[in-house]
């Protein structure tokens, strides 16, 4: 996927409407909200619009439920994601028309390559690292404009509206939509196998992170994690730009030291190449938030944000939406819901529920999202979910996949077991699983759903049933 660098969207959306397909996804509803901001129409549709459908048509929008060919009539650009068919009939509508039709990608890229773009990539971690990036800048008084594809609550949804000079960005790995970026600074959490659907191998994942950090000029910074072995291979890959190697690994140029893992919080020491630099403190858990903030403020700092800019700003972070996200105690029961859904942060955010509640069991409820990530790390999801006391595995949220045959949350199921899981169960429809999942709950538990996709959902029904709502 390429950049579309002489369409200056922003103008175009002051001639006429920016139509939006799938309007109230995280990513595309940010865009939204900015072309609206900036004095500009937008228009969407979605089969499910909800509170955030709502929320743009009080911010102007004009949002429709469903999808009809006629929904793009008078627009001057139609925007859509990876996950909608090229059949699909408002995008052959446009087309026939021609009105430009542009990947969700290709229309971030155009609103926000005029100015100076911070990316934050990396198969885990982007969310949050961006919204700490942005939190510092903020505190410095930058006045930067983010995106993420995740919520932030002090943001209201995905965007922050700010200046038109700094943005921040997340930049996202998948159909290789990174590439349309042209950032100055660019940050790599990790690099593993994902998105097979579209990479195919581990390989084809490394080149487009090759070819992402490439875009860095050679007055900018590219940043990389290297206590990962796919984010280490990829910094070692730069020839150009400057290079700051992060981590808590020795051979990290920027490194946390003296790393206090307590409850939901952590305290460590920032060095860089042996001189200290001071202590950030975080009221978010587990060990991979401690490299999410050294890469926020190794990029912040690029873009003009003191040491105490950070140390003031991470302090005060809450995190991001479906992001160890407490939802609420009950019975001395603590529901929490998360979006992983990948083994490795499946990993994490055990091993962070194990540190924030010592002692307390820990019940796993998780949701696999999609079928090929399914079918090829079935036996990873399930050595992943053995480090549960209780697992429970939904079916499959389908996202834009059909079906595979004899793909279901089965697998991950048999191999949790061959993993030794303590206990580990099988309820395919999230119909009844809150209600399955109360019955079996006792006090001091940590309930913790996991997914990205409606999983989150079970969790709020199950807090409600031990309310007694």
Request: aromatic content about 6%; charged content about 20%.
């Amino acid at each position: 996927m390429t950049a579309t660098p002489d369409l200056d969207l922003l103008a175009l959306a002051r001639t006429g409407p920016v139509h939006f397909v799938g309007i109230a996804g995280a990513g595309m509803s940010a865009l939204a909200e900015l072309v609206l901001r900036t004095g500009g129409r937008a228009t969407g549709c979605d089969t499910r619009p909800g509170e955030v459908g709502e929320a743009l048509k009080a911010a102007g929008a004009d949002v429709v439920s469903g999808h009809d060919p006629a929904h793009v009539a008078g627009a001057v650009a139609v925007v859509t994601t990876a996950a909608i068919p090229a059949e699909h009939p408002e995008l052959v509508a446009a087309r026939r028309s021609g009105i430009p039709v542009l990947k969700r990608a290709q229309a971030l890229g155009a609103l926000v390559n005029r100015g100076v773009v911070l990316a934050i990539a990396g198969t885990h971690g982007k969310t949050t690292t961006t919204a700490m990036t942005t939190t510092i800048l903020v505190r410095a008084g930058l006045d930067p404009t983010a995106f993420v594809g995740g919520r932030v609550a002090e943001w209201g949804g995905g965007l922050r509206s700010g200046s038109d000079r700094l943005f921040v960005v997340e930049a996202d790995e998948y159909d290789r939509s990174f590439l349309t970026l042209r950032p100055r600074v660019a940050v790599v959490t990790t690099v593993e196998a994902d998105h097979l659907d579209v990479y195919g191998t581990l390989a084809a994942v490394e080149e487009s992170f090759r070819r992402f950090v490439a875009l860095v000029p050679e007055e900018g910074l590219v940043t990389a994690c290297v206590d990962d072995p796919g984010a280490k291979r990829i910094l070692a890959s730069v020839s150009g730009p400057r290079t700051l190697a992060y981590g808590l690994d020795r051979a990290a140029a920027l490194r946390a030291t003296a790393v206090s893992l307590e409850g939901t919080a952590s305290r460590f020491r920032v060095e860089e190449r042996g001189r200290v630099l001071g202590e950030l403190a975080l009221s978010i858990p587990g060990a991979h938030n401690v490299r999410n903030a050294l890469a926020a403020f190794a990029a912040a700092r690029d873009a003009g944000a003191s040491f105490e800019d950070a140390r003031a700003a991470l302090a005060a972070f809450r995190g991001v939406t479906r992001r160890f996200q407490e939802l609420g105690r009950a019975r001395d029961i603590v529901v929490i819901d998360d979006y992983a859904h990948h083994p490795t942060e499946i990993r994490a955010t055990l091993a962070a529920a194990r540190v924030a509640f010592p002692g307390r069991r820990i019940v796993a409820v998780f949701q696999p999202h999609l079928y090929s990530r399914t079918r090829d790390f079935a036996d990873e999801f399930g050595a992943a979910l053995a480090a549960a006391d209780v697992a429970w595995v939904s079916d499959i949220y389908p996202a834009r996949e059909a079906p595979i045959p004899g793909v279901t949350g089965e697998l991950i199921v048999r191999a949790a077991a061959a993993a030794k899981a303590p206990d580990v169960r099988y309820h395919a429809a999230l119909d009844g699983l809150a209600e399955a999942v109360a019955a079996e709950l006792r006090p001091g538990d940590v309930c913790l759903t996991m997914g990205a996709g409606n999983i989150d959902e079970v969790a709020r029904e199950l807090l409600g049933r031990l309310t007694g709502g």
